[in-house]
């Protein structure tokens, strides 16, 4: 009987551990499906680019796994039964159900909007490549001086401000913040932060929460009003409900809760990686989303799969987080390791490090579209020991 793994979800995580997953299992023994609602890998690191306008070419899901024996079905999740171990997905045509031995739930993540009113109706955002399109289309259409108000100090706040007031110098670009702009950054760091966001002319506003969204404003809990042509959206990310909506356990953010290996704790045929895991990194705090997470998990999860279903050892190793690579626009950087205990160590700057952030952004999209390439001559077979659950007839 062939093991059927399904994969939900096609960005870094789930491409990544969809194929490798089909590099090491012998296809006699195992399917691998994946189910992703767009037909194309978003570079997801990359869509504040998009929103600009740079060049950026969709690469087809498809195209990936040629060649790989996965099989993609193009459809949004819209339910998870555990218990008879099964996924609802719909396209535009139908609604159907898949059945799965083994899951692996890389759904990633949305903005968040924290119940702020205004926010769905008149602000953008660039956590998809659909939205980010449309601010693009937007930003096109703003005249000389018009008003582009990004609220979120963060990576995805920072790298949307620089690269908006970069590409069109002719707008007047506001950051507000919860909290000061990188204030987890170094010394070094925060103080070429300061002098970027300066150079470039955006205006900053620290310790400022937006309480509401209008048409052409934002307004502030203290009163302050926001003239903004454009909202930008980048206060945070949430998590689909779909897994908690199952049962299955999650943390407080919505995630699931894994062991080390990336197994659910409460459905051990469930595994977790990228944004949709909570699961306790080398430091003792949870692992935080990002590119780099991603990357990480799966690789963990693809090991301990591997392990589990053909009978060989395998070690988990304490996930660890390095540090933030951060774009400034298309000619600035900061790269900020971390240590154990998340503190700030060394931070390097500038144009170089502007090249490096591009070398990610080129190494994490070849590393999840050569999902065919490299595979191995001998593939493993499904260990007889393997745990197999009875399966529930539908």
């Known amino acids: 009987m062939t093991h059927r793994i399904v994969v939900l979800g096609a960005g870094y995580a789930g491409t990544n551990t969809a194929g490798n997953l089909a590099r090491r299992l012998h296809p006699d023994d195992f399917e691998i499906t994946v189910v992703n609602a767009d037909p194309h890998f978003v570079e997801r690191i990359r869509l504040h680019q998009v929103a600009v306008g740079r060049d950026y070419r969709p690469r087809a899901l498809a195209d990936a796994f040629a060649g790989t024996g996965v099989r993609l079905r193009v459809a949004r999740v819209t339910a998870l039964d555990p218990e008879r171990r099964s996924v609802t997905v719909a396209d535009e045509e139908c609604e159907e159900e898949i059945g799965y031995d083994t899951l692996v739930y890389a759904l990633g993540?949305?903005?968040?909007?924290?119940?702020?009113?205004?926010?769905?109706?008149?602000?953008?955002?660039?956590?998809?490549?659909?939205?980010?399109?449309?601010?693009?289309?937007?930003?096109?259409?703003?005249?000389?001086?018009?008003?582009?108000?990004?609220?979120?100090?963060?990576?995805?706040?920072?790298?949307?401000?620089?690269?908006?007031?970069?590409?069109?110098?002719?707008?007047?670009?506001?950051?507000?913040?919860?909290?000061?702009?990188?204030?987890w950054l170094s010394t070094k760091a925060k103080e070429h932060l300061r002098r970027?966001?300066?150079?470039?002319?955006?205006?900053?506003?620290?310790?400022?929460?937006?309480?509401r969204v209008e048409p052409t404003r934002a307004v502030a809990e203290d009163g302050t009003i926001f003239p903004a042509d454009v909202t930008v959206w980048a206060a945070g990310f949430t998590v689909p409900t779909i897994a908690a909506a199952a049962g299955v356990q999650v943390s407080d953010t919505g995630r699931i809760v894994t062991d080390g290996s990336l197994r659910s704790v409460s459905h051990p045929e469930i595994y977790a990686v990228g944004d949709s895991v909570h699961v306790i990194g080398a430091n003792g705090q949870p692992l935080p989303m990002s590119c780099a997470s991603a990357g990480f998990s799966s690789m963990q999860a693809v090991a301990a799969l591997e392990g589990r279903l053909t009978g060989r050892r395998f070690d988990v190793e304490p996930l660890k987080y390095l540090g933030n690579c951060i774009g400034l626009g298309e000619r600035d950087?900061?790269?900020?390791?971390?240590?154990?205990?998340?503190?700030?160590?060394?931070?390097?700057?500038g144009r170089k490090t502007a090249r490096f952030k591009a070398f990610v952004l080129w190494g994490a999209a070849w590393n999840v579209l050569r999902a065919g390439g490299g595979m191995p001559k001998r593939k493993r077979r499904l260990s007889p020991d393997a745990p197999l659950p009875e399966r529930v007839a539908a």
């Open 109 to 183: 993540s949305a903005v968040a909007s924290d119940g702020v009113p205004g926010v769905a109706e008149y602000a953008h955002d660039i956590a998809g490549r659909p939205s980010a399109l449309r601010l693009q289309q937007r930003l096109q259409e703003l005249g000389d001086g018009a008003k582009v108000l990004v609220v979120g100090g963060g990576l995805t706040g920072l790298e949307a401000a620089t690269e908006i007031a970069e590409t069109r110098p002719d707008l007047a670009v506001t950051l507000a913040s919860r909290t000061a702009p990188g204030d």
């Open 196 to 211: 970027r966001l300066d150079h470039l002319g955006i205006a900053v506003h620290e310790h400022t929460v937006i309480a």
């Open 333 to 349: 950087a900061i790269f900020q390791t971390v240590g154990a205990d998340l503190r700030p160590k060394v931070a390097f700057t």
